[in-house]
């Protein structure tokens, strides 16, 4: 470890230099050409065609981004297969070994991180801030957790007494199935299959069938930084390539991020044990979330209003981090509600490409329409205070809006919606905004915005949200400075990106040696 430089994240682009947005532009150029992307079914070293899944633009649904095959519950059976001759070999290579080859896979994206935030822009309409951001992340979980790895294989030390030697090690529980969503599609599925590889488990990667072509990326860096085949095969898919694999009775690890219901069903699913199976499954999840925002009376408006539009609005509210609901002391909550609105009226709803984009369009049809029935809620139940007219017609756009004055029992007031439609709800005080935080069943990521240091420490003992924010945004974490993840209902793992996340891909082992020895065997 010690020849290895201390973790530091990797710098994200300067897009206001003219020059950077110019490389952009050009990257996006060079990119096109090679669309769409043929991704196939990669089983080892065996790439496979069969039935097509199209991912598309969901700024202009007809271009066709990445052509992938549909895996099949063969393709399942045979890269779960793959993945435990894999692991024999992986397992034994030592961690520095191991992590001498994510580095290198990371030195491979570095190198191509423009033309990947150029395929993040068409595949999932991530803006180039948000697609370059994701880049980098990728990135920083390679070498966060490369090098966290490499402590780990030391193991902790035990007490030792005379006549006895302890010692004790983690060893990879063995096949892991990574499960992944759309829309940190390389640096989510990225965090989790690297951390599996780094503890020397073998992988094998169902990403979110919006964005394979994203996935792709992600194994080729990690084959390309000599992670062999055997130890990450690829099954592009829905739903039901990521059951089979959950059911698969050779599976040990589970990593999933999405939805809260798909999570529930893995967990489910997970625990049942299949005849001739001699192990339980683990099921690490990172679920979805309701993010409030409080707002206490004494807030600085001019830092609260931006933090909270940026938290709702950036990447049309669908990051799982995303402010949903602000929760406002009622003193302040017209001029609240007042200024946050006319800052959504001037958010520029546009294509992902496009330099001075705030919002973009959603990621596919039925989250448009589902957003767009929370609207309608919205309305009929409350007031809608801003929304943005005119967005464009073709692609999966929404309208940024912000409601107020709604039901308590309000399906927009509690339900994840995903999208770019933010509530506000007014408290008496930081107490009772916190008893409605304390009631809601997610508990991902939270805010405060206040001066006084005794509200803060309050909110800080109260909340029960895996990541709370003071005075500054709710989204953005960063590897090793915010590990994140949630509790409650939003997860059950212990926070990518932080320290103890490798523990879940391990089990721990135990030696107990007798050392006083009574004569020699020969
Ligand atoms: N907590 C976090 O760190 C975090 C991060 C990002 C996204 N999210 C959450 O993810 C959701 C958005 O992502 P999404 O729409 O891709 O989620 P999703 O749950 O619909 O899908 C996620 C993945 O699960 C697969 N899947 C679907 N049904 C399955 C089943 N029955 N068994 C196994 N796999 C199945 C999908 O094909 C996809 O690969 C939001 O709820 C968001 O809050 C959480």
């Known amino acids: 470890m010690s020849t290895l430089a201390p973790f530091a994240n990797e710098p994200v682009l300067e897009l206001r230099r003219a020059n950077v947005r110019a490389q952009l532009q050009d990257a996006m150029t060079r990119l096109a050409p090679a669309l769409p992307l043929r991704v196939p079914v990669m089983v080892g070293g065996d790439e496979r065609a069969g039935a097509e899944l199209l991912s598309t633009d969901p700024g202009d649904p007809e271009r066709v981004v990445a052509i992938a095959t549909r895996a099949t519950e063969r393709d399942v059976a045979d890269a779960v297969q793959e993945a435990e001759r894999g692991l024999r070999n992986w397992r034994t290579v030592g961690a520095a070994d ?25 595949e999932c309409a991530k803006p180039w801030p948000e697609a370059d951001a994701d880049v980098c992340e990728a990135i920083d979980f390679l070498e966060y957790y490369a090098r966290g790895a490499v402590e780990l294989e030391a193991g902790p030390s035990l007490l030792q007494v005379p006549g006895e030697r302890n010692d004790m090690r983690y060893a990879p529980r063995g096949v892991t199935a990574v499960i992944s969503p759309w829309n940190f599609p390389l640096a989510i599925p990225c965090g989790m299959t690297a951390g599996a590889l780094a503890t020397g488990n073998a992988v094998v990667l169902k990403p979110a ?44 690890t589970i990593a999933f991020t999405g939805s809260l219901p798909v999570g529930l069903e893995i967990n489910r699913a997970a625990g049942v044990v299949a005849p001739g199976q001699n192990h339980i499954k683990r099921v690490v999840s990172e679920l979805g979330g309701k993010n409030c925002v409080i707002v206490h009376s004494d807030a600085d408006l001019d830092e609260a209003v931006p933090g909270i539009v940026a938290s709702a609005f950036v990447y049309a509210g669908q990051k799982c981090s995303a402010a949903a609901r602000v929760l406002v002391h009622e003193a302040i909550a017209e001029q609240l509600v007042e200024r946050v609105a006319g800052a959504v009226r001037v958010l520029v709803v546009g294509q992902a490409d496009q330099l001075g984009t ?17 609207a309608a809620l919205a309305e009929s139940e409350g007031r809608v ?10 692609g999966w756009f929404c309208p940024p809006t912000v409601a107020t004055d709604l039901p308590p029992d309000s399906a927009v007031l509690n339900e994840e919606i995903f999208g770019p439609l933010l509530a506000i709800d ?27 240091p005794a509200i803060v420490r309050y909110v800080r003992q109260r909340t029960p949200v895996g990541n709370l924010y003071v005075n500054r945004g709710i989204t953005g974490a960063m590897v090793g400075r915010q590990p994140f993840g949630g509790n409650r209902l939003s997860g059950t793992g212990s926070k990518a990106g932080g320290p103890d996340y490798l523990l879940q891909f391990v089990e721990p082992r135990v030696v107990t040696e007798n050392t006083m020895r009574h004569g020699l065997v020969v």
């Open 98 to 122: 191991r992590a001498a080859a994510l580095f290198r896979a990371a030195a491979w994206l570095r190198e191509r991180r423009l033309e990947i935030a150029a395929l993040e822009v068409r």
């Open 209 to 252: 069938e919006q964005s394979p072509g994203c996935a792709l990326m992600l194994v080729r860096a990690l084959r390309a930084g000599g992670v062999p085949a055997s130890a990450i095969s690829l099954l592009p898919g829905e739903g039901d390539v990521g059951a089979a694999l959950v059911a698969h009775p050779r599976v040990h």
């Open 358 to 374: 705030d919002v973009p369009p959603v990621i596919e049809r039925a989250a448009q329409e589902r957003v767009d029935r929370y």
């Open 385 to 394: 205070a801003a929304r943005v007219d005119g967005v464009p017609d073709r």
């Open 426 to 452: 007014r408290a008496a005080g930081v107490e009772e905004a916190c008893d409605v935080v304390d009631g809601l069943p997610y508990a991902l990521t939270g805010g405060l915005f206040a001066r006084d």
